[in-house]
Structure formats: structure tokens, C-alpha cells
């Protein structure tokens, strides 16, 4: 160490003198400069490690070569076997067919211009509910334009805070409540907060959303990944858990985050009330903080989605011993998926049950250092949980819309599912909520033999015979995680229409045929 | 260390025995589990030392007290000496008094109600460019709720870049421009992605914008102050820079990146072009990347803002050896500022010149995990570096409304500068740009005693006052960092009229005959 420290010193101060000399002659001539030599320009070997080995598979490698495809279709339309690539890679859905919400996009034009509201010909045009909305957040903003508080705006935390407390039953306060850009913001506040070293551990479902790996990469800490169980429609199971913690525990790391992801991204399960209490046994007894991600909350076509805040306070409700009164919950929501799919307004929120009052200001630190998520993300929220009620001027055509977008979800996730079920080599839970199917594919050994040939993963593999083929953009199940030997492709059911799944169930047959 | 992991492991088996036993007993009765005891709740020592050790004074101990007295006025309005907060801690326009540009707004009214241009009464009243505008950003995005590109919507990029080579004149790329959600995203994805391990060195301005010292804090490597020479303008020392990089080396520190920030934040100093060479000098020598900090580049009062892109393109060009071929440079802009002050729309860019495909990349993927920037965000940094041209519609009412608010910001600034002068203990640099004036107080010895027995630095004991005696909201220097034994505080010249500055000045000749 010291050996080394010497060599550059030394190297260096050599440097440092002609530097000197330079620096002195710069202003007179530039041009002499060049005899010392310049230092070479950075390479990735310079960056951030943990940077260089986070990965995120959802705008990785297939996507990258979607977007390649797609430039090749626009100057050469009838260059490749498709017609127009299909992003089933992401939920962003007005990216595809789905409409925003009249409502909400009404208001914000109001809050975005007020001018507007003084134009008695423009106002006119407007429903009387979406005014009073629009009047409602300029006072409490003032301009769109300002920073707000860093935890958020009051008027959107307070209509949070209404929101929770009708859905579960049980009060919940605005000042629990923090405003983030989308839930992604949330969740990286979150695991940053709690990475206390890389002994530190997160348990995280696989197949999980890539984020949550990719965030804990950022911060050096370790992954202890639960594997849902695809058998019992992708359930929990507990039992699991605690030995992967024990192990952990065992090997000197701490677990500190337990990640749940219901409804589940990629899954589509719905956690019942019963495994949910079981987790938050888990977390009691090993002080273990709960972060739900429960983003695709309102996206729920079969079964019923039971809050993690509620089932929460039904068991601390229940037990009187005490046992659950330390447990630490942060659950969050996103105006991005539901039925609202505003991804690029980057509104969220997060609401954090039981947190002691100083881990509370050092996340509020941590998001003031960003300052504040998009104010006009911020009034989204508001709107999303406080839509227009029965009687007031939007509500007819909120309804409408909403129907349209919920049912249009459910028709495809359906189809998908069924389609996928009929395909050889192919099988599918039925999606119960959120915005993906995540079938199980029996690739032939021929298929796994050239998946290995061109270095890729097998799923990949496949996904990009797809892609090709198709136009069909997936993302492969690895980016999620899967159990060893098992491949899947994440598909979402936003793209509209019905062909390209009739497209991939010919992709399918063929595929299977050529490789078996 | 084995001992500590044997005892954490046999203690936590012995729970588990215990936990297994409740997990199977659970869904009979859950009254039994308290047998066993939780877990405690996690404490700030929990928690990742980095983020406890990060310090964001712009929204610390002064603009919070400030909050609590608002409150206390809202509830007793002559409880104070003063009847309202003027909150000059933080610059922020559109909290305070200036208005939103009109051109902005309509546009950003459309794109979030696309149905309004197809209604024939509400568009007839907006003007034909804005209309335009609103069509082309629409073309783009397709919907502002849906996410973008990672690296930003391409419109927006296009015009970046056409506004850096017409600002410049040497080209730009739109490929090279990157949106980020404000500046601050920019910053912190640059130093995160630097940060390789806890020897990475990064040289920033003393006063600094304290943005640099918390993510420096976040990534745990090391901040290399340069100080800015306050009898000279607040100029820069590049002698001084290569004492500062040879001592780093000498202690194991690889100096990576050196930020300026130019026009000034908190000092208001604007760079010269030979002050900006010389650190592009020292920047090719030792392979260090600079981060160009020019969020006020419209924010000028005084003088001649150049940006680094231009000083390093003209060095370039002058010198033929190849020198300066390597040189890496991130320059950042942002909506926040500038006559647009549109801080709640989290918008602005970068720009990366000279970086490796490879270390772009990476920051690509980096941006990619927290999927984009706001799309309203994105679309507004398109307006401000595109504002309506001579002859269109917008134009008059555009360039009206822009000189009230550079005459208000300039007005101020002069009113500013020459009280302070004309107080006793206190002196103040001519601020050239940006918002801010950072005046040096001559602490009496008696404040000094003051401050220390009740456990503050000198200059917060200061601003306390300010804040108790006139409601006048400002951030001690030593949230910025100031020479040793020397004491300032920032003050935004944002807040509307010039009465709050008359009670400055009635405050500081109080203040310095209590403690002379």
C-alpha cells in the first residue's frame, strides 16, 4: 500500500511541476502545452462498481434491439417479417392504446394555465368539479412552478390519507404520507436508507420487478431473494422465508427489508389476507421493515386485494400481547399503472406505518436533497385518490373511462392467458391483477444448445426469436429471476388488439417445430 | 468476528425453533405468537451512515424553525415582531413573486388536455404558435403520460442542441443531450456513476451549492474543497487546484471530477474565459472530467457568461497538439432558473462532451432504473431553449414578460448589494449572476461566545436572529462552506420590494450594538 502511494506521488509531482510551468506560460501560449501529454479519457473500469453491476432487464438488451428493429421499419417497411414492433416490454400504457382519464388531464391543464380560469369563454367549457379541483390545488401550491415541501404537497398527502382510511378502515395520517416521483423514487429512498453496510440484506420475491435488484446493486448491500411459488398460483411461502433469513443470519448478514410486490409485477398473483399476516410475523420477530409495493393496487380481475396497511392493523388489532407493535411498514402507489397509466406525469406516494421519528427525518433529509418530486405529479396523486364523485359533473365520464380501460385489461389478460395455455411448449397462471402474464416456457434441448452457442441465456434466446420474427417485444424471464432450469418471458397485456397474440401462437408452433 | 457470527447464529436458531412453531400455529390462533417477543424497531444507527452523514442546509435548522413560525403566525399573527416569513433561503421564484411566462403554461395546458385543440372556442383564444408547439411536442410524445425514452423525448433534445450550437457556435448533438428531472438528477447521477470507491476524490468550490457535498456524502468518497477567492469576485485559483489534486495523490485520492459552478451559486461570480481554460488545462493533465454547473447561465446582471462547452471548443480549435482531444465535460442546465423559474417541473439536461460510448452507456442504464424525467418536465426544457421567434404570435408578450422578471432579479440584486455595504459588519461582493448574494458578516466577539454557548457555528447564531427578529429567512454559510474564521450568509434576492431589506439593515445595526 504505502509502496504504491509512493510511486504515484512521485510520478505525479513530476507532473506537477511541468504543469506548474504550463499553467504560468498558458496565457501567453496555449500551443506549448501539448509536450507534457494529456491523461487518457475515463473507461467503464474507472466507475462506480456497484453502477457497472446493476442491471435492469426492462430497457436491457431485447428492448435495445426493438428500438433497433423499429428505425429499420421506418426507412425499410418491408424489410423484416412484421409490420411494426409490439412493446409488450414495459406497463406504459398510453404509450399503446390506452386514453388518459379525462379528469385528470382537465385539471391539470387548469393548474398548468391559469389563466385559463379567468377566461369566462374557455371556463365555460369546463365542468364545474374540475374547476373547483383545479382551484383547490392552485392554493394550496400557489404555482406548479414552485418547489413544494420535499415530503410533498399538503392537499395531495391529506387526500392520500383519506384514500387509505376509506380503503382499510383504519386512520391514516398525512403526515405518514410522502409524495415521490413514481414508486421507483420511493423504493430507492427506501433501500438507500436502509443499506447499513453490504452485510446488509433485503429479502426480495424472485421473480421480482428489477428495480428492487438494481437498487440494492447501487448500494453494495447483498439480495436474499424468496422464490414464489408458481405451482400455487406464484403464492408465498413464509416458511421459506425464515429459513432465508436464518441462512443469512447465519452467514453474518443482517436482513432488514422484507420486498412484497402485490399485486405482482411479473407474476400477476394476488396475496391473500392470511400469507400477508404471515410475512408481517416474519417481520415482526426479526425486526424486519415491510416494504409493499402495491402499485397495481386497483389492477385486480380476479380474487380481491387486501392492503398490507390492513391486514397490518387487523392483526395488531387482534393480538393484544403486543407482538406487532414494532413492526415497520412503508407501502407505496403510483399514479403510473391502475387504471390512470400516467408513467410520465412520475407520481407516487409512499405511506410509512410505525417508523421511528428520526428514521422518518432522515428519509425526508434524503428526499430533500432531490428537493421535491414533479408538483404536477404531486396533484395527480391528489386526483387519483380522490376521483369525482357520484353527482358532480365528471363523474358520468369518468366512470365510462375507466370501465373502458379496466375491461380492455381484463379482455386481453384473458386472451393471453387462454392463448398461452393452447400453445405447445407454453403454460400460464392465470393473471389475477397487475399488467403481465409471465408464462413458463419448455424450451427444447435444441434451443437451449443454440441459446448457448450464441452466449446467450435461453430465454433470451427466445425472446429475441420472437422479437424477430414477430416484432414482439418481451423482456426474458432472467431479468426477473426464475428458478434454475425454468424459462419465462414477461409479456404485459397493454398492446392492443388481438393479432399479435394470434402472431406469437404461430411464433410458438414454429419455434417448437424448428428445435425439436 | 467468527465469535460474534456464532453468537448472532445460535441466538437467532434458537427463534426460530420458537418462530417455525408459530408459523404452523398461526392460522389457528395468533394470540400465541407474543410468546417469543419482537423484534426492536430500527433506530438512526440502523441506518446507511452515508446517508445519516449527508447535510442539505438549504432545507436544515433555519428554513425549518422558519416553518414553525409560519405556523405560529397563522394561528397568532402578533405573536412575532415581524407578520410574515420572507423566505429568502432557497431559490425558488414561484413561491415568492414571479409570475410563470404565459408562452410555458399554454403550451403545457395542451399537451396535458390534448382534447382542448380540437375544441374550436377554447383554441381559437391561444395563439397560433403556441398551438404549434403544443402539436409538435404531441407528435413526439405521443402523451405526456407516457414514460419516455430514458435519456429524454427527442424533440427536446433536438432543440438543446440547436440552442448550445447557436449559444456556442460550434455543433452540437442531440444524441450527446441527456433530460434529467432538474438539475440536482443530473448531478447525482454523474457523481454516483465517478464514485468508484471511497478514494475517489471530487473537487468543488468552496462556497459550494450543497447539493455536491451530499451526494459526495451519499457515494462515501472524498470532497476536495477549492476555495474561491472572495476578495477577487469570488474568482478561481487554478494554481490552487493543482495543490489541492497533488495533495489528494499524495494520500492514495484519485481526483476524478472537478465542478464548477459558473454563473456562481451561493457567490453570484461569473468566470472568465481564461479562468475556465485554465481548469480545462487541468483537466487534460490529470484526466479529471468537469462538471459545468450552468443552471444560471440567463441569470447574468453584470459582465459576460461563456459557457465551459465554448471555452473547451475554443481551446480545442486553438490548440493543434491534441492535448485537449481527451478533456470529458458534463454541462448542465435546468428550467428551475434562469427567467423561467420553473423549479416545480423538475426539468433540465446535460450535455456529455468527449465521454467513452462505454461510460455513457453506463449512464444511461443508471437513468433507465428510475425509468425517466417528467414528460411535462422534459417538454418545458424544449420550450425554454425554443421561446417563441420574432414575429410570432407568443413573441411581444414573451419578451415582455421576460425583461420584468431579469429587471425585478436585477433591481433587487443592485438594492441588495449596496445595503449590505452600507450596513456596519457586513460586506458584499457585486453579484454578477445567479440569485444569490453571500455577504460576509464581522462577528462581533460577543455573538461569537453567544453562538458557542448555545451550541451553534457563529453564522447560524446569526441567521437565528435574522430569522427571530424580521421573519427574514436566509442559510447560514457554513451550509455552503466558507474560509475558516470567516462567516456569511446566503440570501436569494427573490422576495418581491425592498422593505424586508430596510429591516435587514434595521436588524444588523441592533444586532451589532447588543454584542459590540
Redesign the interface.
Known amino acids: ?1 504505502l509502496s ?2 509512493t510511486v ?2 512521485t510520478k ?2 513530476g ?2 511541476r511541468s ?2 510551468g ?2 504560468m506560460r ?2 501567453s501560449t ?2 506549448n ?12 473500469s ?4 456497484y ?2 453491476s ?1 442491471k ?1 432487464a ?2 436491457g438488451r431485447i428492448p435495445a434491439k426493438a428500438e433497433e428493429l423499429k428505425k429499420q421499419l421506418a426507412s425499410d417497411p418491408s424489410s423484416l417479417p412484421f409490420k411494426k414492433v409490439i412493446n409488450a416490454n ?1 406497463g ?4 399503446l392504446d390506452q386514453q ?1 382519464l ?1 379528469f385528470y ?2 385539471v ?3 393548474i ?5 380560469l379567468s ?1 369566462k ?2 371556463i365555460s ?1 369546463f365542468p364545474k368539479d374540475v374547476v373547483k379541483r383545479a382551484q383547490e390545488l392552485l392554493e394550496c ?8 415541501n ?1 415530503q410533498g404537497i399538503s392537499v395531495a398527502r391529506k387526500h392520500v390519507a383519506e384514500y387509505i382510511s376509506k380503503r382499510d378502515g383504519y386512520p391514516s395520517n398525512a403526515d405518514d404520507i410522502f409524495l415521490t ?2 414508486a ?2 420511493a423504493v ?1 429512498y427506501l433501500i ?6 453490504p452485510k446488509t440484506g433485503f429479502l426480495i420475491p424472485i421473480p421480482q420487478y428489477p ?1 428492487y435488484t ?2 440494492i446493486a ?2 453494495n448491500t447483498v439480495p436474499l431473494p424468496y422464490y414464489l411459488q408458481e405451482e400455487q398460483d406464484w403464492s408465498v411461502d ?2 421459506e422465508i ?1 429459513g432465508v433469513i ?1 441462512k443469512a ?4 448478514i443482517k436482513p ?1 427489508c422484507l420486498v412484497v410486490i402485490n399485486p405482482g409485477n411479473p407474476t400477476g398473483a394476488i396475496l391473500k389476507h ?1 400469507a400477508l ?2 410475512l408481517f ?2 417481520a ?6 415491510v416494504i409493499a409495493d402495491e402499485v397495481y393496487q386497483e389492477n385486480v380481475y380476479r380474487g380481491e386485494f387486501v392492503s398490507a396497511k390492513k391486514v397490518l392493523r387487523d ?1 395488531q388489532t ?11 411498514l412503508a407501502s407505496l402507489h403510483s399514479t ?1 399503472k391502475g387504471l ?7 407520481g407516487g406516494y409512499m405511506e410509512l406505518v ?3 421519528p ?2 422518518k427525518a ?1 428519509l425526508l ?2 428526499a ?10 404531486q396533484s395527480l396523486v391528489s386526483l387519483m385518490v380522490n376521483p369525482p364523485h357520484k353527482g358532480e359533473e365528471s363523474y358520468d365520464l369518468d366512470q365510462q373511462q375507466r370501465r373502458k380501460v379496466y375491461n380492455d385489461l381484463a379482455t386481453r389478460a384473458k386472451k393471453l392467458y387462454e392463448s398461452f395455455n393452447e400453445m405447445e411448449g407454453a403454460s400460464c397462471r392465470n393473471p389475477m391483477g397487475a399488467m403481465y402474464c409471465f408464462p413458463k416456457l419448455e424450451l427444447p434441448e435444441k434451443a437451449i444448445a443454440e441459446a448457448k452457442k450464441q452466449n446467450m441465456t435461453p430465454d433470451t434466446f427466445y425472446a429475441e426469436q420472437l422479437l424477430l420474427n414477430t416484432g414482439i417485444c418481451t423482456v426474458p424471464g432472467s431479468g426477473f429471476g426464475q428458478k434454475e432450469g425454468t424459462y419465462h418471458v414477461r409479456t404485459t397485456f397493454l398492446p392492443p388488439g388481438t393479432q399479435w397474440v394470434d402472431d406469437w401462437k404461430k411464433f410458438q408452433s414454429k419455434f417448437m417445430k424448428e428445435f425439436s
Do not use: W
Open positions: 500500500m504504491l502511494r504515484i506521488t505525479n509531482l507532473l506537477t504543469l506548474m504550463i499553467s498558458y496565457s496555449l500551443k502545452v501539448a509536450a507534457t501529454g494529456p491523461a487518457p479519457k475515463l473507461t467503464t474507472d466507475l462506480n462498481p453502477v457497472r446493476a435492469y426492462v430497457r414495459i406504459n400504457p398510453q404509450q388518459p379525462s388531464r382537465r391539470l391543464a387548469l398548468e394555465d391559469p389563466e385559463l377566461n369563454t374557455v367549457t401550491v400557489k404555482s406548479v412552478g414552485a418547489y413544494s420535499s416521483a413514481g421507483s423514487t430507492q438507500q436508507l436502509l443499506s447499513n453496510g428495480l438494481a437498487a447501487l448500494n413464509s416458511d425464515v436464518e443470519i447465519s452467514q453474518g432488514r392470511e399476516a404471515k410475523q416474519v415482526a420477530k426479526y425486526g424486519i421493515l392483526i387482534t393480538d393484544k400481547s403486543g407482538f406487532y407493535d414494532n413492526v415497520q403510473s390512470s397509466g400516467e408513467c410520465g406525469h412520475r410505525g417508523l421511528d428520526s428514521v432522515e433529509k434524503l430533500s436533497i432531490s428537493l421535491c418530486g414533479p408538483v404536477t405529479g
